[in-house]
């Protein structure tokens, strides 16, 4: 039944068929050609009771608040602020957009809303300067790995629901990895640099910084509002989604950006892009029962235990495995899918979920720039203009310093945990299990 659900999927994913259908068709398959057959009242069920929780309301509000991010124009506050600080550097334009994806990863938390808002201003701008648009697509799209890293994130919020971890632990827990993976791409612009002849741009004099970043400054301040109402126990990570949400649209009637258009059109692209993900954690919890009644958990363990009782070969299994599934499959579906059977196996082996969590996070956001689903190449496509064909090959060595990092955070608990226990305290569930 296992190899029936897994099989459909990956066939039907392959076919083009979108992913809520693709995984909603191979749970029904799977149902009927199990013992479960003559119940398949069980699917709606399992649907209803998998997205009524209260730890999922915070999805639509922060992916609100990136729609509203983008059409009231706070992108481009950033983006010019960031190229005052870092724009004259070597590969200038390229840093800028890996800042950019930085800050603005602190209000949305959608490697989507990334590609889409700043992606078209970083790609226009990298052009005209001289940049090759294969160059800037890959650039861009590499960056946006940090969106869903550095809180809050989505991809944060579904774990912990599907990990049973506190929403507040995964994102301080991510802060650390999501700086060293910007950071790194940064490094790497700049070794890019020094073998090619990029175009540079003038040093911004301080004026300049000091009206950009006063320009910006109210956009620039929304990461820490929300992330120090959480942390400070103001409000819920629910609440936090809102509040971005409310603060977003202040600075858009303080910027007089916001209009009635504008604010339907982030309305219709939020409702779209929750429903989606709405029905496919439905489906995915449906699936997670068929798995755990069928104790492919269990089953999955004990083949990783003949293979190996090494914690060290174990987390490069997860993160092979985790690669190609990403290569594939979209990060919230993947994540449906792995996380009822590797939680299991992971906590045998004494690996920290939280520390998991980033590990799988990452893993899954390199899929958007791989081919052949990655999700970021198509956005980069349409939004640059650039062939499919030009845009994969310009992001390739873009996922060696990606990959580097992952190898660093999975082999350095350290760098995930530290801030969480800093703040939150030690997690004592870990002793429970």
């Given at each position: ?16 068929v ?25 699917v ?9 929780k209260p730890s ?11 729609n509203?991010?983008?059409?009231v ?9 960031a190229n ?6 070597k590969?200038?334009l390229a ?5 950019s ?6 209000v ?9 808002g ?17 160059f ?9 790995v940090?969106?869903p ?12 629901f599907?990990?049973?971890?506190s929403i507040e ?9 999501g700086?060293i993976?910007?950071?790194g791409?940064?490094?790497f612009?700049?070794?890019?640099a ?15 910084v ?6 910006g ?12 109402s959480i ?5 819920t ?6 509040l971005?949400?409310?603060?977003t649209?202040v600075?858009g ?5 916001l209009?009635?258009?504008k604010?339907?059109?982030?309305l219709?692209?939020t ?21 755990a ?13 003949s293979?190996?009782?090494?914690r060290?070969?174990f ?15 979209e ?20 690996v ?19 081919p052949?689903?990655?999700i970021?190449l198509y ?12 845009v994969?090959?310009?992001?390739l060595?873009?996922?060696?310093p ?24 030690p997690d004592t ?5």
């Amino acid at each position: 039944m296992a190899f029936v659900l897994f099989a459909a999927f990956i066939a039907l994913i392959l076919l083009r068929v979108p992913v809520s259908m693709a995984i909603g068709a191979a749970v029904l398959l799977a149902f009927a050609v199990s013992d479960f057959s003559d119940a398949l009242y069980i699917v709606p069920q399992q649907i209803l009771e998998g997205v009524n929780k209260p730890s999922l309301a915070a999805v639509p509000f922060f992916i609100m608040a990136g729609n509203l991010m983008n059409v009231v124009g706070m992108t481009d506050r950033i983006f010019n602020f960031a190229n005052a600080l870092v724009g004259h550097f070597k590969a200038g334009l390229a840093q800028v957009n890996v800042l950019s994806s930085m800050i603005f990863a602190g209000v949305s938390g959608a490697a989507v809303a990334d590609c889409a808002g700043l992606g078209t201003i970083e790609i226009k701008a990298m052009k005209e300067r001289g940049y090759k648009p294969e160059f800037a697509a890959a650039v861009t799209v590499a960056s946006a790995v940090v969106g869903p890293i550095i809180p809050p994130s989505i991809g944060l919020v579904v774990y912990a629901f599907l990990a049973q971890q506190s929403i507040e632990r995964m994102f301080l827990a991510g802060l650390i990895p999501g700086l060293i993976v910007g950071f790194g791409l940064m490094v790497f612009n700049r070794i890019l640099a020094v073998k090619h002849d990029f175009p540079t741009q003038p040093r911004a004099d301080l004026p300049t910084v000091v009206k950009t970043g006063a320009d910006g400054v109210l956009a620039l301040v929304a990461p820490g509002i929300i992330l120090g109402s959480i942390l400070g126990g103001l409000v819920t990570a629910t609440e936090a989604g809102v509040l971005a949400c409310l603060y977003t649209l202040v600075l858009g009637v303080a910027y007089r950006s916001l209009s009635a258009a504008k604010l339907w059109q982030a309305l219709t692209d939020t409702m779209l892009m929750t429903s989606v993900i709405m029905i496919i954690i439905g489906f995915s919890i449906a699936m997670g029962w068929l798995l755990a009644i069928e104790q492919v958990p269990q089953i999955l363990g004990d083949a990783i235990f003949s293979l190996t009782d090494s914690r060290a070969v174990f987390l490069a299994l997860v993160m092979v495995f985790v690669l190609l599934i990403g290569c594939v499959v979209e990060g919230v579906p993947a994540k449906l899918m792995l996380v009822p059977m590797l939680l299991p196996v992971s906590d045998q082996f004494g690996v920290d979920r939280v520390h998991l969590g980033i590990i799988l996070q990452l893993a899954l956001l390199i899929g958007i720039a791989t081919p052949p689903m990655g999700i970021g190449l198509y956005i980069m496509v349409e939004v640059g203009k650039v062939p499919f064909e030009k845009v994969t090959m310009a992001v390739l060595p873009f996922l060696i310093p990606l990959i580097v990092v992952l190898i660093l955070i999975a082999y350095v608990p350290a760098l995930t945990l530290w801030l969480p226990d800093l703040v939150l305290g030690p997690d004592t569930s870990i002793i429970m299990r």
